[in-house]
């Protein structure tokens, strides 16, 4: 175990965050990696197993108290109002994303920290971008805020490497599949909740047209394409903050077909609803060789593995009772 690193992880609660907060702990030690929530409580073991504190990352006071209390090195700096939430308080979204992030960074800029790990989005893409194989350098002119914070994000990581020397990194993600917490407020949602229904034996409604293709990923390839690239060679990177990333692409009835195959009896329907708009202008597929290149990445899980070990996991959470946190 590297022991080296004091580490913050803010929306640690989210999604990504409970989850890397434990593959960080496992690296770096429990009492050296603090997770940061803000208004979702947070499970038993995320509490337990080391520090948490409470911080509104838009307070930047809040920051800085808990980066010199705990001699931070290294943030992951996760807390973000994701796309569909953001389309309803566009306000809400760029204070928290933006605000959120140039608190971040300055706090990293004047305490002279080690490394930040800012994450972007496939939906840093826009309806002019191509939609296959989508390059790693295109056009950035997504349609919603979400996009339009992810693009300024990775633009201003880049500018603190280039001006101040800090080491920022970050990667695009696509639609995150995991077993562990649920995503809130995102587009790429439905690609979970479908999974929950499936085990509970529910019909499920998606959101999206059946026909609707999305980049997805499932959660030990998120945390090993994080990690991955923090730990990779600075001087192998030409890229910082905006890695595309791709480990699988599936349309919303593969998805349901795919579980099928498990579950026979799960039935989905389709409604599409004011998500579909901003599904519609996200890429399908994503060219992701500058990660290969530059600090090896490739992905562990396709549609089908990804798929069994979902409804593994979730399974055996049902049976127990405990598939839904309390
Ligand atoms: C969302 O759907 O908003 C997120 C994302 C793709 O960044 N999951």
């Not at 208004?39 to 080391?50: C, D, I, V, Y």
């Not at 939906?123 to 971008?129: D, K, L, N, Y």
């Not at 695009?172 to 995503?183: A, Q, V």
């Not at 059946?210 to 990690?227: F, G, N, Q």
């Amino acid at each position: 175990m590297e022991n080296a690193r004091r580490v913050l992880v803010t929306g640690a609660v989210g999604q990504i965050g409970s989850e890397l907060t434990p593959a960080l702990r496992a690296r770096y030690g429990n009492e050296n990696v603090v997770a940061a929530g803000h208004r979702t409580k947070p499970s038993a073991a995320l509490r337990e197993a080391g520090p948490f504190e409470t911080v509104d990352v838009t307070v930047r006071a809040d920051l800085e108290r808990v980066v010199d209390h705990y001699a931070i090195d290294t943030v992951y700096h996760l807390a973000a109002i994701l796309s569909a939430t953001g389309e309803r308080s566009p306000g809400l979204a760029w204070s928290v994303n933006m605000g959120g992030l140039y608190n971040v960074l300055e706090v990293a800029r004047e305490r002279k920290l080690r490394q930040v790990f800012v994450p972007s989005s496939i939906a840093a893409f826009g309806p002019e971008t191509p939609r296959e194989r989508t390059p790693q350098e295109t056009v950035l002119r997504p349609r919603t805020i979400y996009g339009v914070t992810k693009v300024a994000g990775e633009l201003l990581g880049d500018y603190y490497v280039r001006r101040y020397g800090l080491d920022v990194r970050g990667l695009r993600y696509p639609g995150i599949i995991s077993s562990e917490t649920p995503p809130s407020g995102g587009t790429t949602d439905y690609a979970v909740e479908i999974f929950y229904a499936a085990v509970e034996g529910k019909r499920y409604t998606c959101f999206l047209r059946e026909d609707t293709v999305l980049p997805m990923m499932y959660m030990p390839d998120c945390i090993k394409a994080t990690l991955d690239l923090m730990e990779a060679d600075p001087a192998g990177l030409r890229h910082r903050c905006d890695f595309n990333v791709a480990a699988m692409s599936f349309s919303a009835e593969e998805l349901a077909l795919e579980i099928q195959k498990h579950v026979p009896s799960f039935v989905c329907d389709y409604r599409p609803d004011s998500r579909q708009a901003i599904a519609d202008s996200w890429p399908q597929t994503i060219d992701d060789r500058a990660a290969r290149a530059e600090w090896g990445w490739k992905a562990t899980f396709d549609l089908e593995a990804m798929t069994a070990d979902m409804l593994v996991h979730l399974g055996a959470r049902y049976k127990k009772g405990t598939l839904w946190p309390r």
